[in-house]
């Protein structure tokens, strides 16, 4: 609100002295009318707690006192509500704020009662009794400023005989505008004060912020990761369904006409049989750009059997030991595809010498762990090539570890962990 | 002539597999486009032959399997090749359970090899197994601590191409030898493997079984 009316003031400066003092003038008269209110809403909500607490302090006296029989259970009565009262008003003060002045102070709940109960009865007493002073100043002010007028309603008589207090009343009506216009000026130092104060003291700690960003952004990667696996699997439905079926169908025909059409020329036959090696290399590139998205045989047979394919297909022997009494959540079961994929290729690929790898997949409890050894030199580094690290991204995208060991003569060994609650 | 049945979703492959059938030999008593439609089919025109997609309507996963195994047990003379977009030993397994002769399974790419699917056609009608290579190899990734381990990588590819259900002829062209030799690895292979005692042909059976880790 501060900052509008500062860009408000260079705006209308454009126009004249008038208009800038009318603007003004408005804006002021508004500033004072919402923060006369806000005050104004904010003594009974402050004084509350410690008006109860009196009442309770009195009662106690009498139950000591003996003096009344009802006392002890009145008294009961009052600390109940006493204690019900500190979150309702809790939740008062932040839609005070919020609603006039545009300050979210995230509510607490039930949590740190003794804290809210602390702010209501000792912050809550400084700030309603400072709250009622500047709104009390308001009437006070108008009806001393306003002597010189009122004085005229009192019967003649009375004014001739005290005819003094005629010039005095001038003096209070000077001192009663003084009143009021430090009202402002007050009234915005202390919604200025309890705007600093109030949301630290009321509003959650620093803590439980972080504890909720942290809550909201697990959530929200988790959504995110989700969203991804989505997508990875509608892309390998439509290819699939759609691409892939065309190209065999293509293929099929270019394959039809390579077999009967035996008395052709031999360019032309030279062109179906390249059409068609071409067609089935497609078929080949297609198939495995959609295994290393998201096969469909993960989703209906789960790990195990989309591991061995993977297994299968790779250039050197593999070994697969899968032991998953459980299927994970979908979320893990692809990442844990993904870095036996992406670390057979980087095998195939970059591992010197290597004659075989070992693939296992077990369970410990609540965890998924993926291991991939390699007979080769070793030497491999995390830091370089981008499979490595865009497979420890995907690993740390579901909180998981990734640790790999390749000392410069192998053997080469990376273990992934993966969290599956489910 | 020898009849077939053809399930296949895509209307467009579909006219290619009714072509390549005709091909191999057979007449296509009826096309379906799901497995409902094709054990219908089935229990209309009596086929000897039925081509079936493994990821059919209305699921999209394994109708064609499950439509194999009920036509295996309603009609086990029915010889049933599948076709599927990727390879699972499990549908293989799970059909090779249930009879292990007039069964093939073959990646749907493979169907582009016109000669070489007709050859399977024909394979499979006639009683034999059509596997594909790759499932094959995705057995090999299983096998440990089992006798297959005592094959040597020239037996085991043998036994591969055995289980592919090709001829002892048919092993010796892929491979380069001699059909004495291929004769020769059988004999160790069969030895190796500790199977009873039986005649040559089912001996060759349950070592294919056994390979496959199936039954036996």
Redesign the interface.
Same mark, same amino acid.
């Given at each position: 609100m501060r900052t509008t009316g500062s860009w408000q003031t260079a705006e209308t400066g454009a126009y004249g002295e008038g208009m800038k003092i009318r603007t003004r003038l408005r804006r002021a008269l508004t500033r004072l009318a919402r923060d006369a209110s806000f005050l104004a809403l904010g003594a009974p909500l402050h004084l509350l707690v410690v008006s109860l607490l009196s009442v309770v302090v009195g009662l106690l006296w009498g139950v000591i006192g003996g003096a009344d029989d009802s006392a002890p259970i009145v008294l009961g009565i009052v600390v109940v509500v006493t204690v019900f009262c500190v979150p309702a008003l809790t939740v008062a003060q932040s839609w005070r704020f919020r609603r006039l002045l545009g300050i979210d102070i995230p509510r607490p709940g039930w949590r740190r009662p003794l804290r809210q109960f602390a702010y209501h009865s000792l912050a809550g007493t400084l700030f309603g009794t400072l709250e009622a002073v500047v709104v009390a100043l308001i009437p006070v002010g108008l009806a001393v400023s306003l002597t010189t007028v009122w004085v005229y309603a009192i019967p003649w008589e009375w004014r001739i005989k005290h005819s003094g207090y005629s010039t005095q009343a001038a003096y209070l009506s000077v001192a009663g505008l003084l009143v009021l216009a430090a009202v402002p000026p007050l009234a915005a130092a202390l919604v200025r004060l309890e705007s600093q104060v109030v949301p630290t003291l009321l509003g959650r700690s620093r803590e439980e912020d972080l504890a909720r960003r942290v809550e909201d952004l697990t959530e929200s990667r988790a959504g995110a990761v989700d969203a991804a696996d989505a997508e990875r699997r509608r892309i390998e439905?439509d290819l699939?369904?759609g691409a892939?079926?065309?190209l065999?169908?293509l293929?099929?025909?270019?394959?039809?006409a390579?077999?009967?059409l035996l008395d052709l020329p031999p360019e032309a036959r030279g062109v179906i049989e390249a059409a068609?090696r071409e067609?089935?290399e497609a078929?080949?590139e297609l198939?495995s750009l959609v295994?290393g998205l998201h096969?469909?045989?993960l989703d209906?047979?789960g790990l195990d059997?989309a591991l061995?394919?993977l297994?299968?297909?790779a250039p050197l022997p593999?070994?697969?030991?899968a032991d998953l009494p459980r299927r994970p959540p979908p979320a893990i079961e692809a990442v844990a595809y993904f870095v036996v994929s992406e670390a057979l290729t980087n095998v195939a690929k970059h591992a010197r010498e290597a004659t075989r790898a070992d693939v296992t997949v077990t369970r410990l409890g609540g965890i998924l762990r993926v291991v991939i050894a390699d007979d080769g030199l070793g030497g491999a580094d995390p830091g370089k090539g981008s499979g490595l690290t865009g497979l420890a991204q995907r690993v740390r995208s579901v909180d998981g570890t990734f640790r790999m060991s390749s000392p410069v003569g192998g053997p080469t060994m990376m273990s992934v962990d993966l969290p599956c609650q489910n | 002539m020898r009849r077939a049945v053809i399930a296949e979703d895509?209307v467009?492959?579909r006219?290619?597999?009714v072509?390549?059938v005709e091909?191999a030999g057979f007449e296509v008593a009826a096309e379906a486009g799901d497995a409902e439609g094709l054990l219908a089919a089935v229990e209309e025109h009596r086929p000897d032959l039925a081509v079936i997609d493994v990821?059919m309507p209305p699921g999209?996963?394994?109708e064609g399997v499950r439509a194999a195994l009920s036509i295996r047990r309603s009609r086990p003379s029915t010889a049933l090749l599948l076709l599927s =977009?990727? %390879?699972?030993?499990?549908y293989a397994a799970d059909l090779l359970a249930a009879h292990t002769s007039g069964v093939g399974y073959l990646l749907? =790419?493979r %169907?582009?090899?016109?000669?070489e699917?007709?050859e399977a056609l024909r394979r499979v009608a006639d009683g034999g197994t059509a596997l594909d290579p790759?499932v094959v190899?995705?057995l090999?990734?299983?096998r440990?601590n089992d006798p297959l381990e005592r094959l040597t990588a020239r037996e085991k590819e043998v036994l591969s191409l055995m289980a592919e259900g090709r001829s002892n002829a048919g092993i010796a062209a892929q491979l380069v030898v001699s059909e004495s030799a291929v004769a020769k690895h059988i004999n160790s292979i069969l030895a190796k493997l500790d199977l009873p005692k039986a005649d040559a042909d089912h001996r060759r059976v349950l070592a294919v079984l056994r390979f496959l880790g199936v039954g036996a």
């Open positions: 439905r699939h369904d892939q079926q065309r065999v169908s293929a099929l025909n270019l394959g039809i390579k077999a009967t068609h067609a089935k078929i080949e198939s295994r096969p469909a045989v209906e047979l059997a061995s394919g297994a299968a297909r593999v070994r697969l030991r | 895509s467009l492959l006219m290619g597999l072509k390549v091909m990821r999209f996963t394994d =977009q990727y %390879v699972e030993e499990r749907k =790419q %169907v582009a090899d016109v000669e699917f007709i790759q190899a995705q090999l990734v299983r440990s």
